[in-house]
T-cell receptor
């Protein structure tokens, strides 16, 4: 039972901003939105996470809508090294499971 | 940042043999580690959750006698694929969650590619 919906693929020109959308219309009040990415043949890399406020770090910005039903990951100046599969995951911090359930993600191709 | 290593990075073995994969958190202690499997062009599938000093919790459909998990210390978890067969060939990835109570982020290892001949 998928909790998030992402487009299967996107293209972005190098140097431009990459905006990756994610729908999570059934998100509950205590679930966070996490973003990871996986470059080919490597383990996933943590990017950013948030609850309801927008977040920014050295890698990306996370914009969460006011109703929290969707979010957008923004890579401000995409480079060829940002080509990867990006996963949007919603996860509860309470309880002991702390599991991450990966969907199919968005394959971002950054081109020259 | 938090670093997780895996060893070996790739292994080729004969059918029927057992293979052990190590997952280490290098600069933090992890009470909980997770093991995933990924087939080509597919997403990561959680196999089991490993808690230091206790038995692992396996996901539905994962054979605990085939995939033995040991989490003997706060920095090391091992996955042993017993009596491996070609269908066990896959990319095995571990992740670790820091022991700090407020830190919920998981950090992933680079993965181990297993090929069973």
């Amino acid at each position: 039972d998928a909790k998030t919906t992402q487009p299967p693929s996107m293209d972005c020109a190098e140097g431009r901003a990459a905006n990756l959308p994610c729908n999570h219309s059934t998100i509950s009040g205590n679930e966070y939105v996490y973003w990871y990415r996986q470059i080919h043949s490597q383990g996933p890399q943590y990017i950013i996470h948030g609850l309801k406020n927008n977040e920014t770090n050295e890698m990306a910005s996370l914009i969460i809508t006011e109703d929290r039903k969707s979010s957008t990951l923004i890579l401000p100046h995409a480079t060829l090294r940002d080509t990867a599969v990006y996963y949007c995951i919603v996860r509860d911090h309470t309880g002991t499971a702390s599991k991450l359930t990966f969907g199919t993600g968005t394959r971002l191709q950054v081109t020259l | 940042g938090a670093v997780v290593s895996q060893h070996p990075s790739r292994v080729i073995c004969k059918s029927g043999t057992s293979v052990k994969i190590e997952c280490r958190s290098l600069d933090f202690q992890a009470t909980t580690m997770f093991w995933y499997r990924q087939f080509p062009k597919k997403s990561l599938m959680l196999m089991a959750t490993s808690n230091e000093g206790s038995k692992a919790t396996y996901e539905q459909g994962v054979e605990k006698d085939k995939f033995l998990i040991n989490h003997a210390s706060l920095t090391l978890s091992t996955l042993t694929v017993t009596s491996a067969h070609p269908e066990d060939s896959s990319f095995y990835i571990c992740s670790a969650r820091p022991a700090i109570s407020y830190q919920e982020t998981q950090y992933f290892g680079p993965g181990t590619r297993l090929l069973v001949l």
